[in-house]
Nanobody
Framework: QVQLVESGGGLVQPGGSLRLSCVGV????????MSWYRQAPGKQRELVAT???????IYADSVKGRFTMSSDSARSTVYLQMSNLEPGDTAVYYC????????????WGLGIEVTVSS
């Protein structure tokens, strides 16, 4: 069974840093487009970062310059390095995998909380 397992969340103060990890289990990692989403309380889910096939990482405007997404295919893991965190970054962060080979399937992690507060 395909699973996306997130880790690395927690409580940090504004200006702090946090690194999220997402391990893909039971899947061919390189056959998927990997992304990070987040959903803040009372808000809709939004795309944070994604790595398109053959392209550069795309970031939401709100996190550009502060977040960095990276991928380690050998470890079937993607990361989200978050720096200079702001209270507005408080949300549940979700790892997402979307298949590149039809039939396309989409998988979600369970989500991990990130709270930015003094």
């Amino acid at each position: 069974q395909v699973q996306l397992v997130e880790s690395g969340g927690g409580l940090v103060q504004p200006g702090g840093s946090l690194r999220l990890s997402c391990v893909g289990v039971g899947m061919i990692f390189t056959n998927n487009v990997m992304s990070w989403y987040r959903q803040a309380p009372g808000k809709q889910r939004e795309l944070v970062a994604t790595i398109p096939p053959g392209g550069n990482t795309i970031y939401a405007d709100s996190v550009k310059g502060r977040f960095t997404m990276s991928s380690d295919s050998a470890r079937s893991t993607v990361y989200l390095q978050m720096s200079n965190l702001e209270p507005g970054d408080t949300a549940v962060y979700y790892c997402n995998a979307r298949g590149r080979i039809p039939p396309v399937s989409t998988y979600w992690g369970l989500g991990i909380e990130v709270t930015v507060s003094s």
